[in-house]
């Protein structure tokens, strides 16, 4: 009898995509044919696309808006049947109604943003978590009555302690505390990033702190699982380990950074180390694959053992255990969700015999994160972890080759080589690809982030994280002071690298952060360069190119007016120039500054030129470039219709013909305002305008009494 080999399902599904692809899209057909591999990881971006069109809307769309995308994903399965690069096509509009819809109900079933009175109150609540902090303590609190009798509210409030407060709440405790409280604080500047949007997806009310002493009631209620033992981990590394090093490596092992001090922050910021800080995608890796490799130890000395079970079975199922308490112990933050996603593929992958790491793989930890937490894609927590792993992964495919060439007859020196190599092309890849986020982000770059992570990352890897893990194991024991006293001397090195790169002449500079047009641009060049395999990859090249020009073609304003009118800056000369007044926040100018690409900021003169004659002042009013002016007490009414636009942080009252007008009550009803002077006259943005109606947006005040024109007065 003669063997008949049937070809694979794959082989079959290749062969009629190489046939049909060609015939129903041509040469189109024929390129995306040549491609099809890569074809998968295209439906997490358009999913990306689809959450981003959703936050980009200015009104909160019906929820009736949601309900196409299974209708579209059915669609796409039956035309992909006879027709693949036409179901593909509907796929990804499917993928990216997917993605509206998920924003959609996401924000839909957010409990309401909290209003809290502007007055101290007395409020109580379940503690669910503690962060120390340098100078006290800081409690998060769930299940919280603002006014005695109501019903508790949905979302949790952070109120941080007097620092002589003698109580020591802890998860699950009733703490009850007169504080002031507040909500989120809107965006510093038009455009700038959306406290209030962060907070209602995170569930969180407001903030405030303590006037008097706290009053706690042990055991009163439930607490996040872990809560609990994380709080008596940072307790005991921070007590064995003295000073910065302890509340790093508290960190490390809790994610808690509120109890590093300020300069060591700023040092592991500038040097490029900041990412060490945030417990993820590194740290879980380091904590399965440590485990994966003892447990495999373990089992292959383990002789009777050994030949009755699969070690690496058995190793990757305790990888998985290890990685998934870790999560929980961190506080399981969407960004460990994604990291462990991530890992549990690989794993997973492993076990399996496929590819452990991958572009699919990448893109079902994406999807995954996008369907839980659509938010997190504006953060760049899930920006700078994604595109490095992008990169790592396209940068791993294109240098296999070489690599594979380099190991040759597997010496010594040649897997040493190989080892330093990959150590600089992961800082190099990882770093090119975070880089632009950060600036988008942050408006700074370090320039010394792959010296400082060439021996960073490797310290954290080797000595600082196995070390934890072993005093973790052991402190149910009490014998965790070994351990410790190990990533205590670790912690030490990676402080001591932060400080000494920081230390560099123009280790960190500040520059003009990217618009979002130009991160958006930047996201799909490095997709399209990562993702695709063949030539037409390099096309994704022009639009990254644009994307980092993309600071230069963007307009600066030229006034900023804060949500308060204490605090009005003017943009003139490459310098902030400010009027302050008392009670401004500091905060608020910093922001200005850093949006601006870190320019100096001084305050306006009192009387004469600044900026080359640009503002000219008088104790009465500024005028800038003769369009704008800003009222130091010169009545309006003088100025109207000889400037484009008029500014005072005073109610201007009256019609102000000619001009527009942005003083104390346009800011109190629309936020904060930014303006830019053009030939014709100026632009005039408010907050409002740029965010809109959405569910995270307070709406438009009203005055407290009928026929009270004038906002209330801020609270100091």
């Known amino acids: 009898m003669r063997k008949i080999d049937l070809p694979s399902t794959s082989a079959r599904i290749s062969a009629g995509w190489a046939g049909v692809a060609p015939a129903a899209g041509g040469w189109p057909g024929a390129l995306l044919a040549a491609e099809r591999g890569r074809l998968a990881p295209w439906l997490a971006v358009a999913m990306g696309a689809g959450v981003l069109g959703y936050f980009a809307l200015r009104a909160e769309p019906p929820a009736w808006m ?45 409990p309401p943003p909290l209003v809290p009175p502007m007055r101290a109150v007395v409020l109580d609540g379940i503690v669910q978590d503690v962060d120390l902090l340098p100078e006290g303590r800081r409690v998060t609190l769930a299940e919280v009555r603002l006014v005695a009798g109501e019903p508790p509210g949905a979302r949790t409030i952070r109120v941080r302690l007097r620092a002589n407060d003698p109580a020591r709440p802890a998860p699950g405790d009733r703490l009850t505390v007169r504080a002031l409280v507040r909500a989120p604080s809107a965006p510093a500047y038009p455009g700038g990033w959306d406290f209030q949007r962060a907070a209602f997806f995170a569930g969180q009310g407001g903030s405030g702190f303590a006037i008097a002493p706290a009053e706690v009631a042990h055991g009163a209620g439930a607490a996040p699982p872990l809560s609990g033992l994380r709080a008596t981990v940072e307790a005991r590394v921070t007590a064995a380990i003295p000073g910065a090093a302890g509340a790093v490596a508290a960190a490390l092992l809790t994610g808690g950074q509120s109890a590093i001090p300020r300069a060591d922050l700023a040092a592991m910021r500038d040097s490029g180390l900041a990412h060490l800080l945030s417990v993820s995608g590194l740290h879980i890796a380091i904590v399965m694959g440590v485990t994966f490799w003892i447990v495999r130890l373990l089992v292959a000395l383990w002789r009777r053992l050994a030949l009755r079970v699969d070690g690496k079975v058995v190793a990757g199922v305790a990888a998985l255990a290890a990685g998934g308490f870790y999560m929980l112990l961190t506080g399981a933050q969407v960004p460990m969700q994604r990291s462990f996603a991530m890992a549990a593929l690989v794993t997973l992958a492993l076990l399996a015999g496929r590819q452990a790491i991958s572009m699919r793989s990448l893109a079902l930890a994406a999807a995954a994160v996008l369907l839980i937490a659509p938010a997190q894609i504006l953060g760049p927590s899930f920006q700078m972890s994604f595109a490095a792993v992008l990169a790592l992964i396209a940068g791993w ?78 402190m149910p024991l009490g014998l965790d002071g070994p351990g410790l006293w190990l990533m205590g001397l670790g912690v030490e090195g990676v402080l001591a690298v932060a400080r000494e790169v920081a230390a560099w002449p123009g280790a960190a500079q500040g520059a003009r952060p990217m618009p979002g047009w130009g991160l958006a641009l930047y996201g799909v060049g490095l997709c399209w360069l990562c993702l695709w395999r063949k030539g037409w990859r390099w096309l994704g090249v022009p639009a990254l190119a644009v994307a980092l020009a993309s600071p230069a073609l963007h307009r600066q304003p030229d006034l900023l007016v804060s949500a ?97 007008v942005v003083d104390r009550f346009a800011v109190w009803r629309n936020g904060a305002h930014a303006v830019r002077l053009t030939e014709t006259g100026a632009e005039v943005v408010s907050d409002r305008d740029w965010r809109g109606a959405r569910p995270w947006v307070p709406p438009v005040p009203v005055p407290r009494a009928r026929g009270d024109d004038l906002p209330p007065a801020p609270v100091e």
């Open 397 to 474: 495919e294109a240098l296999r080759a070489p690599m594979a060439r380099l190991r040759g007859d597997g010496a010594w020196w040649r897997r040493a080589a190989i080892f330093a190599a990959g150590l600089v092309a992961t800082s190099v890849l990882a770093g090119a690809a975070t880089a632009p986020v950060g600036l988008a982000h942050f408006g700074r770059l370090q320039w010394y982030g792959v010296a400082a992570n060439a021996v960073a990352v490797p310290l954290t890897s080797v000595l600082v994280m196995p070390a934890g893990m072993l005093a973790a194991v052991l």
């Open 564 to 660: 308060d009118a204490r605090l009005i800056g003017v943009v003139a000369g490459g310098v902030l120039w400010v009027e302050r007044q008392r009670g401004a926040s500091g905060f608020v100018r910093d922001q200005w500054a850093r949006a601006l690409g870190g320019v100096e900021a001084q305050p306006l003169p009192t009387e004469g030129e600044a900026a080359g004659g640009a503002i000219r002042c008088t104790p009465g009013a500024c005028t800038l470039q003769g369009a704008a002016v800003l009222l130091r007490g010169t009545p309006a009414d003088t100025q109207c219709g000889r400037a484009a636009v008029v500014v005072s942080a005073e109610p201007v009252r009256g019609r102000c013909a000619g001009s527009q």
């Open 66 to 110: 949601a309900l196409p995308a299974p209708l579209l994903a059915v669609l796409a399965w039956a035309v992909a049947r006879r027709a693949q690069l036409a179901g593909w096509a509907i796929g990804l509009l499917a993928a990216a109604w997917l993605g509206f819809g998920a924003a959609l109900l996401h924000a839909a079933a957010a």
